[in-house]
């Protein structure tokens, strides 16, 4: 192999850097509508009344529409369902009646030929909402429990009784969510004679989307068809299925016509998916060695005001994962998903483990200090060793078993340290005259190639061009890339001759999409598989025309030739063509074509692994905290792209530490959310993100695939909470924990005056 493993350029990039790539927004159809949603003001109460006669008379308004409108008990549906949770009661509808839940929760819908027009008629809705007290501590609503999930194994009881140290910690997750550059949207085109919908702006999931949307909408699923696009980022916030998913396709089969949204910023940031805010109340046993023998935590998880397309998949990754690499004897795992009235939570990149990683990483490190123990020797001690594996931690998610596959987490670990001090992190933080530094340190395990399948198809038409088709979908992960190369290796040709085509429900009506880092795992398992047919069978039928046995062939470089006489060969391309139907090399009943379907269906995730090493400097007057240094140390089993396994770990490290010490979204006691601009909710820019060193390790290839690979989409976020808050932990000197992220200013000033307050004390006694 030669395209794989190699740091090839990006397929995309040449469009994208020229401004030819090909966004939802971008895409307009004649005679277009354009829409606004109106949306709730108030966080909770009874909807009394909407009238909406002024903004229907509006100019330049052709309808609106409110529930009345539409199918009764009209609710999306969860996609992820997990265990056997029932969570009827709890889904959202599409439009709102009778209650609102939420600031942002959508009201009625305005639609009109120019969007300008229709944002000013939505002003003209006169809303009438008794309101009702919000809920916004999910603490302290306990009536609004909707789902309890225990998770574990072994006798934790016993092992807390009769430990020798006991550790707590309690950390609080804020609530924050992946921000894509480009806002969600959306159009469909109808087309009234043939009875066929054309959408715009679907991503992540297409195929799933367009299954659900044809069943809402009463149509056969073939008669829709989701086109391609680029899209901005989709961190697992774009491309689920939302209230307006249905709405705008309803509006243009209702009417007849093109139908267009754009969300703005402000929209996105009060009604797309938010997640992570979650409580945690964790501790940790151990034995006079400073051996962990039993582990538990209990989790309140903020689900906002309903359960949307991922059901409680998050609060069930949570408590499934958070033993990590760790030999942990005794484990539980609780958590209660709370219904608040604030913005429906979902996934966001490396869910559930970015939180479940942030408390056990940073309980181990408070653990050392209380035992004594230096935080790396601590986890050297626990950690799961190469002889362990396979690991079946008796654990069930996402319905499959969870059994850590391969790996050796005490080489990773020492090389991640050997790394951070060749490059000088401890030494950097030991030195604090006149600053306050400090190096922070985490282990995590992290899954991937999530199934059940993924199906891909691969082509070689008559100029020799290579073909992809995957289920998967661009998203800004390089993945027409990544499966440009897997294919032109199984087909010994240049990928700059592979076209893929991802995401597109024509093309690939069977694919299941790019989540979970599933897209190389399994997608590029559907396609070397694919590919390697249409190899094969290249060489059959090369074998016929030439007259030779199969083993006496080569294919490299585009074309057949025979052992030993370099000058006989076939192009892909002549083969191609002697596949078409009724050539002599065709037997009868044979099918037609240099092509082949296959699908790739997977039983179990397979789990990459890594480390994190961040080094801060704390600023104690003003509470700001700087991240100078950051390290990530990651196993990914094979990179089929290095620079791009490195672009997306570097790329998750900015949006860990946007988690970690910036974004947050926050709200009054009303319920009114405080954060709907760039203002108020704080994204890291390029001046607060450091230098970050990649040690890329290929050691422990996965044995689920026959590529080897593991999943490198959330490696890069999944420690960063831990990471950084140990490090402002070391640099301030706290015995306890830091309590809550993001470390805003204001709480890492509160610690670092309870530090001080801690060592005067200390100091006069």
């Known amino acids: 192999m030669t395209a794989v493993g190699t740091r090839l350029a990006r397929h995309e990039d040449p469009r994208l850097l020229r401004g030819r790539g090909r966004f939802g927004d971008d895409i307009s159809a004649p005679g277009q509508l354009w829409t606004r949603v109106v949306r709730s003001p108030v966080a909770h109460g009874q909807l009394r009344g909407l009238d909406v006669s002024q903004a229907a008379q509006a100019p330049g308004i052709t309808d609106v529409i409110t ?11 969860v996609r992820l369902a997990v265990g056997s ?62 789902a309890e999930l225990t998770l574990g194994y072994g006798d934790v009881d016993a092992a807390f009784r009769d430990a020798s140290h006991v550790v707590r910690v309690e950390l609080a997750i804020g609530r924050h969510t992946g921000v894509p550059l480009e806002p969600r949207c959306l159009l469909a085109v109808p087309d009234p004679d043939r009875g066929e919908l054309d959408i715009f702006g679907m991503t992540k999931v297409p195929v799933f989307n367009r299954d659900l949307l044809a069943s809402l909408l009463g149509l056969d699923e073939a008669l829709i068809h989701v086109h391609a696009v680029d899209a901005g980022g989709g961190f ?3 491309g689920e299925f939302y209230p ?40 940790a046993a151990f034995d006079a060695a400073g051996l962990i023998t039993g582990l538990r935590d209990d989790i309140v998880h903020d689900n906002g005001a309903y359960c949307r397309t991922h059901g409680v998949a998050v609060p069930e990754l949570t408590v499934a994962m958070l033993p990590g690499p760790y030999r942990i004897p005794a484990y539980r795992g609780r958590v209660q998903v709370v219904l608040t009235n604030k913005t429906p939570c979902g996934t966001y990149r490396a869910p559930g ?3 479940g990683t942030s408390a056990r990483e940073h309980l181990i490190d408070v653990a050392a200090g209380q035992l004594g123990v230096d935080p790396v020797e601590l986890r050297e001690r626990n950690l799961l060793t190469k002889a362990d594996m396979p690991h079946n931690r008796h654990i069930e998610t996402l319905g499959t078993d969870l059994i850590l596959d391969t790996g050796d987490y005490p080489a ?36 991937s190639g999530l199934g059940p399948q993924e199906t891909a198809d691969v082509t070689v038409s008559k100029s020799g061009a290579v073909h992809v088709a995957s289920g998967g979908t661009s998203l800004g992960q390089g993945i027409e890339t990544v499966l440009a190369q897997i294919a032109a290796d199984a087909l010994g040709v240049d990928p700059s001759v592979v076209r893929v085509v991802a995401g597109d429900t024509v093309a690939q009506p069977f694919g299941a999409g790019s989540w979970a880092s599933r ?73 037609a074509g240099l092509t082949a379907r296959r699908r790739f269906e997977v039983a179990r995730m397979t789990y990459p692994y890594g480390a994190h090493a961040a080094l801060v400097e704390v600023d104690t007057g003003t509470g700001r905290v700087r991240v100078l240094r950051y390290l990530v140390a990651y196993e990914v089993g094979r990179a089929i792209n290095p620079m791009l396994v490195e672009g997306q770990l570097r790329g998750g490290v900015a949006q860990g530490i946007g988690g970690a010490l910036f974004e947050e979204f926050s709200y009054d006691e009303d319920g009114q959310p405080q954060a709907i601009t760039f203002i108020e909710y704080r994204m890291p820019t390029a001046a607060e993100i ?16 026959p590529l080897g690979v593991m999943g490198a989409g959330e490696g890069g976020v999944s420690a960063a909470g831990g990471a950084v808050a140990n490090a402002v932990r070391n640099a301030l000197g706290l015995a306890g924990g830091v309590g809550q992220l993001p470390l805003s200013p204001a709480r890492v000033r509160a610690l670092a005056e309870r530090a001080g307050a801690a060592g005067r004390q200390e100091g006069r006694s």
């Not at 030494?427 to 530094?437: I, M």
Request: charged share 25%; aromatic share 4%; net charge negative.
């Open 353 to 355: 483990r970015f939180e």
């Open 85 to 146: 949770h029932d969570l009827s009661a709890y889904l959202q509808p599409a439009l709102a009646a009778g209650q609102v839940r939420y600031v942002g929760e959508p009201l009625a819908v305005v639609v009109g030929a120019d969007p300008y027009a229709c944002e000013d008629a939505a002003e003209l809705v006169d809303i009438d909402i008794d309101e009702l007290p919000a809920v916004t501590d999910a603490r302290a609503a306990p009536q609004n429990i909707a």
């Open 690 to 705: 450091p230098p970050v060193d990649v040690l890329l390790s290929q050691d422990a290839p996965s044995p689920g695939n």
């Open 67 to 77: 529930a009345s409108h539409l199918p009764d008990g009209l609710v999306i549906p």
């Open 412 to 447: 990773l670990l020492a090389a991640a340290v050997k790394e951070a001090d060749r490059l000088g992190y401890r030494a950097a933080a030991a030195c604090k005259q006149n600053t306050k530094r400090g190096f922070g340190l985490a282990m995590f395990v992290e899954k």
């Open 519 to 591: 897209s190389t795992v399994v997608g590029g398992s559907a396609v070397h598989q694919a590919a390697t047919a249409v190899r094969q069978r290249a060489l059959q039928l090369a074998a016929r025309i030439l007259e030779v046995a199969e083993s006496d062939l080569d294919l490299a470089d585009g074309s057949v030739t025979v052992r030993g006489d370099p000058a006989t060969r076939l192009t892909l391309a002549s083969i191609a063509r002697a596949a078409e139907p009724a050539r002599a090399h065709l037997r009868p009943g044979e099918p």
């Open 244 to 283: 307006e998913d249905f709405l705008i396709p309803w509006l243009a089969t209702r009417l007849g016509r093109p139908v267009k949204w754009t969300e703005d910023r402000a929209e996105h940031l009060m009604a797309a998916n938010h997640s992570r805010q979650q409580y945690h109340r964790i501790a």
């Open 236 to 238: 697992g916030i774009r």
